[in-house]
Antibody
Framework: QLQLQESGSGLVKPSQTLSLTCAVSGGSISSGGYSWSWIRQPPGKGLEWIGYIYHSGSTYYNPSLKSRVTISVDRSKNQFSLKLSSVTAADTAVYYC???????????WGRGTLVTVSS | EIVLTQSPATLSLSPGERATLSCRASQSVSSYLAWYQQKPGQAPRLLIYDASNRATGIPARFSGSGPGTDFTLTISSLEPEDFAVYYCQQRSSFGQGTRLEIK
């Protein structure tokens, strides 16, 4: 059974870069028909899609975050990563990685990891 | 970008009652709409995809309807474990959520 697990720093200083990794187990990240996304949720608020990387390697980002976001994939390690630069307190959130099926719906989610931006 | 508007923001019902949650899209999205359930401290869970298809393992009391711009998630008879927040989603857009609480 395929599973996703986020990892990375839980505390980031303002203006620095947030870095997270999502490890995929029980299946291949190179499987066709899927994209691999990052979604975040500020405390007590709703869900915000950050971006995805397709199995081909192409990426697409939320326009509101595009200038600060990079999503990459490491096929040898079966994982994908998120970098968000120049963070502020507004970037404090639970960050989820998720698998999107045929660009239609998110059928598999990681448990999420809380990232706090604070000095 | 498509905007999804969910109503009501909060729905207060008792176990055994029927729940009807709405999601309106700013333009037609055909049948490409999904619903998720989120409980405190947990990741969202896919309930319904393509407007009316139940995801694997989702009980039959959950159903969805569409297509077009107006979508509905119906829970036919509420169980105690159904009280949670529900989100609709279309591509990169999420609705703001409906909180289903015990009356």
């Amino acid at each position: 059974q395929l599973q996703l697990q986020e990892s990375g720093s839980g505390l980031v200083k303002p203006s620095q870069t947030l870095s997270l990794t999502c490890a995929v187990s029980g299946g291949s990240i190179s499987s066709g028909g899927y994209s691999w996304s990052w979604i975040r949720q500020p405390p007590g608020k709703g869900l915000e899609w950050i971006g995805y990387i397709y199995h081909s390697g192409s990426t697409y980002y939320n326009p509101s975050l595009k200038s600060r976001v990079t999503i990459s994939v490491d096929r040898s390690k079966n994982q994908f990563s998120l970098k968000l630069s120049s963070v502020t307190a507004a970037d404090t959130a639970v960050y989820y990685c998720a698998r999107e099926r045929q660009l239609r719906y998110f059928d598999l989610w990681g448990r999420g990891t809380l990232v706090t931006v604070s000095s | 970008e498509i905007v999804l508007t969910q109503s009501p923001a909060t729905l207060s019902l008792s176990p055994g009652e029927r729940a009807t949650l709405s999601c309106r899209a700013s333009q037609s999205v055909s049948s490409y709409l999904a619903w998720y359930q989120q409980k405190p401290g947990q990741a969202p869970r896919l309930l319904i995809y393509d407007a009316s298809n139940r995801a694997t393992g989702i009980p039959a009391r959950f159903s969805g309807s569409g297509p077009g711009t107006d979508f509905t998630l119906t829970i036919s008879s509420l169980e105690p474990e159904d009280f949670a927040v529900y989100y609709c989603q279309q591509r990169s857009s999420f609705g703001q959520g409906t909180r289903l609480e015990i009356k």
